[in-house]
Every structure is written in structure tokens, then in C-alpha cells.
């Protein structure tokens, strides 16, 4: 059974920073590309950043610079770094796994993050 659960959310303060983690069971986490996405009340949901399975990442342009993702193979985890967080960020953050030989996806449950003073 595939398990994703983040964790880490919160409300912060405008500048404010968070780390959000993503422990992953029932997948061959090496062999999956890893990603994190968000969706704010009454839009989409949108990609925020992957890491692939050899460790390349790509981020959205409007958190390209504040936001770090990783990811750790060996505790199947997975990491978004925030950084100088903006009103504008406030979203359910939800991690995405899919595997480079199936290309199934599989989501998180979510983890709620608000910024605001």
C-alpha cells in the first residue's frame, strides 16, 4: 500500500520560513520522481517544484529562489524548503510521487500552510 505523508505545515509570518517533509512507503522511491504541489481556495492545483530520480529539480517560477527541494533515498523522504514565504503562498501543499517505470502517480493526503501576519 503506497503511503505519502507530509508533515511541516503551518501558519508563519509573512518572510517567514517552513520546511515541509514527505516520508514515502510502498514505493521503490529510487525509481520515482518526486514532487510537491499546492492549491489555494477556489484555483487549481498547481506544481511547485520535482526532484527527479537522479536528484535534477525544477521549480515554478513564482518560488524559484525561495524554495528548495531535495530528497533523501536512503529515509525515502522528501523536502520543500520555503523560504521568505508570501501571503500569496497560503495553499494545501501536497507531495506527488511517480514511478519512471510505471508512470503511476500517487498523492499525499496534504499539509496546510498559511502565511499571514
Known amino acids: 500500500q503506497v503511503q505519502l505523508v507530509e508533515s511541516g505545515g503551518g501558519l508563519v509570518q509573512p518572510g517567514g520560513s517552513l520546511r515541509l517533509s514527505c516520508a514515502a512507503s510502498g514505493i521503490i522511491f529510487r525509481l520515482s520522481h518526486m514532487g510537491w504541489y499546492r492549491q489555494a481556495p477556489g484555483k487549481q492545483r498547481e506544481l511547485v517544484a520535482t526532484v527527479s530520480n537522479r536528484d535534477r529539480s525544477d521549480y515554478a517560477d513564482s518560488v524559484r529562489g525561495r524554495f528548495a527541494i531535495s530528497r533523501d533515498n536512503a529515509k525515502k523522504t522528501v523536502y520543500l524548503q520555503m523560504n521568505n514565504l508570501k501571503p500569496k503562498d497560503t495553499a494545501v501543499y501536497y507531495c506527488?510521487?511517480?514511478?519512471?517505470?510505471?508512470?503511476?502517480?500517487?498523492w499525499g493526503q496534504g499539509t496546510q500552510v498559511t502565511v499571514s501576519s
Open positions: 506527488n510521487a511517480q514511478s519512471i517505470v510505471t508512470q503511476k502517480n500517487d
